[in-house]
């Protein structure tokens, strides 16, 4: 009894599969799945295309059906829609209003999650769903054209589908400029001038910087990094410090984030206009040093310079002595300081020869590291001359470098002690930064001293205040300035202005602010510098460099 059954069964099964197969071979257009398992589980799926003459057999897993979408729902979209290459309204977008300096923020929300520009009025808008903000912006002004801030697609709405087309690739590259190893090597070769949308034209990295409202003082420290050619080229190359890692919850690596997309900004040979406002980095820098920067306030270049470089260095992961960062290997040199103990000055004779002889007078030695030089200038004038007008001191480089020169001493006064010290260079860094000293502190208001330094342009010789033992390893000592900061007006109340070296043209040119100008070599030597970038020069060519 059991033989029979299994034949009955094999032949009816035989038959349900032969009737299967019929029925595909006499009805053309359908596309049918046959998934077959033991046990009896055999189904089977048919989709018709009535498009197609022949039969097509799909094998796929019955899971599959519940990831299939239709192309008309909504926040979704169809890769293969044939209006995304034929999209009506590219001729709307107005590149004229926009501006991707500011922060990613929705002008109505003010999320910075999912945010969207239009690109027919520059506005910032959350969302691409029915109830957000850049749908009913969409609707409400027949603006229909959004660029997504984040993943750089373009969309038009209400429509909502994806766009994709080559023509708005120089909208994406204003957003986020890249740059290939190629170019970064060529872009101190170049001396072309590149042209903005407005019609103007400016040279790539001597570009203006907004100012907001008092942060020139930012504004001239940021110009003279960008154009620091090793430092410059490590962050236009974001995948030098992409992988960076960071403990949870590191604000500091905004820092650098927003310190290279600056940089990108300002290299950018595509840019729409010829300036860029460093908004994103001042906001990163207020939030960074909790407010002792500030947009609105006017602060110290020299305090600026010093706590960014070395929060920079701290954000790339590096410490104060072992592990070095492109910050250290640029501008970090070394110094031995040597530091003396005085007696106090109202001890009678006697007793100070008796001091002197402790192991607490005698001279200590210490090995240190710096990242730029201050250099003192000396007391200013009191008074009037004969002619009731005040001279105005000046005073050679020279001079205020001998604080370095090894024998040179200094009376240090602290509230209880004084010390004489004397500082002797031990390691010359590539980049080398002067911090001239204008400005004096008492308990009641800040002075600044108005003596001019005399310097050369080019060629000046540090050897002389290197040790002995370390003159023989240093082979190169010469240096040539490459920007120059100065401070105009009073202390509290002046203005920053800098002079830049071109390095592709040769040529110097002047920024304050959104103002660039060319300006001849002489006339830099006659401003009250602040702060001065020099350049070691590492081989014979680069003498040819320089406009001077």
Partial sequence: MSV?????????????????????????????????????RDQVRVKREPDDDEPRIKREPEEEDEDEEPTVKYGRFDPEDRRSRHCPYLDTINKSVLDFDFEKLCSISLSHINVYACLVCGKYFQGRGLKSHAYIHSVQFSHHVF???????????PDNYEIIDSSL???????KPTFTKQQIANLDKQAKLSRAYDGTTYLPGIVGLNNIKANDYANAILQALSNVPPLRNYFLEEENYKNIQRPPGDIMFLLVQRFGELMRKLWNPRNFKAHVSPHEMLQAVVLCSKKNFQITKQGDGVDFLSWFLNALHSALGGTKKKKKTIVTDVFQGSMRIFTKKLPHPDLPAEEKEQLLQNDEYQEKMVESTF????????????????????IIPQ??????????????????????????????????????????????KNNFFVEKNPTIVNFPITNVDLREYLS???????????????????????????????????????KWYELQDLQVTDILPQMITLSEAYIQIWKRRDNEEETNQQGA
Wanted: proline content about 4%.
């Fill in 4 to 40: 029979r059954v299994k034949r009955e069964r094999s032949s009816r099964e035989l038959s349900q599969r032969n009737s299967l197969s019929s029925r595909i071979k006499q009805e053309p257009g359908i596309q049918s799945g046959v998934s077959r398992s033991l046990g009896g």
């Fill in 147 to 157: 660029l997504n801030l984040h993943t750089l697609k373009f969309y038009c709405l």
């Fill in 169 to 175: 690739e120089d909208i994406t590259y204003v957003l």
């Fill in 371 to 390: 990242m730029y030089l201050t250099l003192d200038l000396p007391t200013a004038p009191l008074y009037k001359d004969e002619k009731e007008q005040l």
């Fill in 395 to 440: 005073v050679p480089l020279f001079n205020i470098l001998a604080k370095f020169n090894g024998i040179t001493e200094k009376e240090y006064k602290t509230y209880k002690e004084n010390f004489l010290k004397r500082f002797q260079l031990t390691k010359l860094p590539p980049y080398l930064i002067f911090c001239i000293k204008r400005f004096t």
């Fill in 468 to 506: 002995e033992e370390v003159q023989a390893v240093h082979k190169n000592t010469t240096y040539d300035l490459i920007a120059n900061i100065v401070h105009d007006g009073k202390p509290a109340e002046g203005a920053y202005r800098i002079h830049v070296l071109h390095h592709g043209t040769g």
